[in-house]
């Protein structure tokens, strides 16, 4: 069988085909045998969902940024909100 993983290091690709394999397959650690591991380039890369990351100008831009208390004294666990009240009295007069 022949699969191809994409990971920053071998030991994760490995890693990824342990549990790709335990998980789909049913197969257990000690039945797994690896005959050869290798990295290939860029240009040998067949899957499109793979190149799309080789550009060295790709940007993963933070959606959602966490704003965080500048001080750990200003840091609640719980924000509570005062509720402040208001009376809104209209009179009319009538002349």
Request: hydrophobic fraction near 35%; charge should be positive; charged fraction near 25%.
């Given at each position: ?13 490995v ?25 290939i ?29 500048p ?18 009295i ?6």
């Amino acid at each position: 069988m022949y699969k191809l993983y994409r990971d920053t290091t071998l030991n994760g690709a490995v890693e990824q085909m342990y549990t790709e394999m335990a998980s789909h397959h049913s197969v257990r650690f000690p039945c797994i045998q690896i005959i050869k591991t290798t990295t290939i380039p860029a240009k040998l890369c067949e899957r499109e969902s793979t190149k799309q990351f080789h550009d060295y100008k790709i940007k993963f831009p933070l959606v959602f940024g966490k704003v965080r208390p500048p001080s750990r004294k200003l840091k609640t666990t719980y924000k509570g909100i005062t509720i402040q009240l208001v009376y809104v009295i209209s009179l009319s007069f009538n002349k």
